[in-house]
């Protein structure tokens, strides 16, 4: 009830919660939780549960993920990329989905924001090869003072005073949403000490000859339309605190964009 109550970035909730005994009330409506370590022990039944969101970061296989059904819920949406889960991001395949599979993975934060952005400048233009880099928030992995990381030294160190370069997967993650993509998209990543909302850099060459200004038509045109709610589209002079709590997956920042042959 507390972590729900107060948080650093997103503010106070300001709604009522109450704590009972197996559960909470938020806004007069009960919450069920349960304290299992193992999802197979979590009897989802019990609340009619259909869809269960894994978002543990523990449990990001399929067969891992797979321990909710034992419990009874129906279907699993993995809220991270999977080594084997099938990936779908809004706005890019969602409607490819079928229904016959019951773990999926909804991908990462940063493919979420690259690959609608991508899909829109392909459909048009279509991108030859393309170079990503994420400037990143610091996330729960990383440490408040420097500490062993013998995997990712640079990993170790406090996220509150570096920028730390790191590896990927975003980016190349984006072809196995958008087949045509694939293997056209790398990336890598700056960890920087803000506490939310993070950039995606996109550079692209692309088959079709176009200004700047034509992109950003594009996009605005995507933005209003098909993708409207996934895909924004900005002129205003923002930095990062005005996304704060956007709910939209991507955010194009057309006065942050230039053209290497303008």
Known sequence: AYMLKYDSTHGQFKGD??????????NGKKVKFYT????ANIPWAESEAYYV????????TTEKAKAHLKGGAKKVVISAPSADAPMYVMGVNNETYTGDV???SNASCTTNCLAPLAEVINDEFTII??????IHSYTATQKTVDGPSAKDWRGGRTAAQNIIPSSTGAAKAVGKVIPVLNGKLTGMSMRVPTANVSVVDLTVRIEKG????EIKAVIKKAADGPLKGILAYTEDDVVSTDMNGDN???IFDAKAGISLNA
């Open 248 to 250: 939209h997956s991507s």
């Open 17 to 26: 919660i109450k704590v009972l005994a197996d559960g909470l009330e938020v």
């Open 36 to 39: 299992e370590r193992d999802p």
């Open 129 to 134: 090869k393309g170079l990503m880099t994420t």
């Open 53 to 60: 969101v894994e978002s543990t970061g523990v449990f990001t």
């Open 102 to 104: 019951d773990v999926i």
């Open 210 to 213: 176009a200004s700047y200004d």
